[in-house]
Nanobody, 115 residues
Framework: QVQLVESGGGLVQAGGSLRLSCAAS????????MGWYRQAPGKQRELVAT???????NYADSVKGRFTISRDNAKNTVYLQMDSLKPEDTAVYYC?????????WGQGTQVTVSS
């Protein structure tokens, strides 16, 4: 059973930065991929960024150049550095892990960007 715990969300002004963390219960070195998704009120959950076990990353067009996903295998943690935040980035951010053909989700962390 994989458990994911997100942290680092909060309230920030537009143009500011936040760093989200996702701590996994197991060794993420063995995970196929991990990623960050977000869901704004009244909208569907959407991809933000993913990173494979080989370190290859992928980003939604809306966050390219502003967000950076990274992983620390020694700490079993994946990060999402969010810079130049915009009000439209406001959402609940979820960590996702793809492990042995199964998908696991964290409980989410709220990010609110004020204008």
């Amino acid at each position: 059973q994989v458990q994911l715990v997100e942290s680092g969300g909060g309230l920030v002004q537009a143009g500011g930065s936040l760093r989200l963390s996702c701590a996994a219960s197991g060794s993420i070195f063995t995970y196929n991929a991990m990623g960050w998704y977000r869901q704004a009120p009244g909208k569907q959950r959407e991809l933000v960024a993913t990173i494979t076990s080989a370190g290859s990353s992928n980003y939604a067009d809306s966050v390219k150049g502003r967000f950076t996903i990274s992983r620390d295998n020694a700490k079993n943690t994946v990060y999402l550095q969010m810079d130049s935040l915009k009000p439209e980035d406001t959402a609940v951010y979820y960590c996702r892990a793809f492990v042995a053909s199964r998908i696991y989700w964290g409980q989410g962390t709220q990010v609110t960007v004020s204008s």
